[in-house]
C-alpha cells in the first residue's frame, strides 16, 4: 500500500516562496505519477501539478501556471512542489497524492488519485 507523507506547509508573507516535499513509501516509486491537490476553506480541491513517472512530464492547474514547478528525485522517492510569488489565494491545505500508474491523470478529478497523504497546511498572508 502507497503511503503519502506531505511536509514544507508554513506561513509566508505575499509574494513569497514554500517547498512542499512528498515523500513516498511503500510501493513502486518509480512507475507512478504522484500530483499535489489543494483545498481552501469552503472550496473544493483542485488539482494543481502533476509530475509522470520515468518521462518526468508534468501538467499544471492554470491558476498556478508559471509560479509553481514540480520535480521528483527517485533516488529519495521524494516529489518536491516549489511554490513562487505566493497569493492570500492559495492559501489551504496541500495534498500529494498517487494514481494507479506512472502516467498523470486529469487533474480536473480527485478519483482516478488512489492514494493520498494527510495533507500540509499552506497559509499566505496579505
Known amino acids: 500500500q502507497l503511503q503519502l507523507v506531505e511536509s514544507g506547509g508554513g506561513l509566508v508573507q505575499s509574494g513569497g516562496s514554500l517547498r512542499l516535499s512528498c515523500s513516498v513509501s511503500?510501493?513502486?516509486?518509480?512507475?507512478?505519477?504522484i500530483a499535489w491537490f489543494r483545498q481552501g476553506s469552503g472550496k473544493e480541491r483542485e488539482g494543481i501539478a502533476c509530475i509522470a513517472a520515468s518521462t518526468g512530464d508534468t501538467r499544471f492547474g492554470d491558476s498556478v501556471k508559471g509560479r509553481f514547478t514540480i520535480s521528483r528525485d527517485d533516488a529519495k522517492n521524494t516529489v518536491y512542489l516549489q511554490m513562487n510569488s505566493l497569493e492570500p489565494e492559495d492559501t489551504g491545505i496541500y495534498f500529494c497524492?498517487?494514481?494507479?500508474?506512472?502516467?498523470?491523470?486529469?487533474?480536473?478529478?480527485?478519483?482516478?488519485?488512489?492514494?493520498w497523504g494527510q495533507g500540509t497546511q499552506v497559509t499566505v498572508s496579505s
Open positions: 497524492a498517487a494514481p494507479p500508474g506512472p502516467r498523470c491523470a486529469t487533474l480536473l478529478l480527485t478519483w482516478p488519485y488512489r492514494s
Open positions: 511503500g510501493g513502486d516509486f518509480n512507475n507512478r505519477a
